[in-house]
């Protein structure tokens, strides 16, 4: 069965930065594309970013310049690299693939104050 462990969020001062960890299954980390989603209270969950197999990278527009995905497939990880985090960046952060299978992990919280 897939799943998927998050991990590496807190709690961060606006400017700083995160690093989130995501460990996969192996069956679906080497067929698919992988991203990461967030949902803010009250809000849909949304694509933050992606990477595909052979490395390509893909980013919504509020969080380019400032995030970086990456994966390591010996490993079956993906990670985000955070920097110049805003208030508006909190969120409870998913990986999953891209398109999404339908089970999702517990997240891991972000939340950007002061």
């Known amino acids: 069965q897939v799943q998927f462990v998050e991990s590496g969020g807190g709690l961060v001062q606006p400017g700083g930065s995160l690093v989130l960890s995501c460990t996969t299954s192996?069956?679906?980390?080497?067929?698919?594309?992988m991203a990461w989603y967030r949902q803010a209270p009250g809000k849909q969950r949304d694509l933050v970013a992606r990477?595909?197999?052979?490395?390509?990278?893909d980013y919504a527009d509020s969080v380019k310049g400032r995030f970086t995905v990456s994966r390591d497939n010996a490993k079956n990880t993906v990670y985000l690299q955070m920097n110049s985090l805003k208030p508006e960046d909190t969120a409870v952060y998913y990986c999953?693939?891209?398109?999404?299978?339908?089970?999702w992990g517990q997240g891991t919280q972000v939340t950007v104050s002061s």
């Open positions: 990477v595909f197999r052979w490395g390509t990278t």
């Open positions: 192996g069956s679906v980390f080497t067929i698919r594309a």
């Open positions: 999953n693939a891209d398109p999404p299978v339908l089970v």
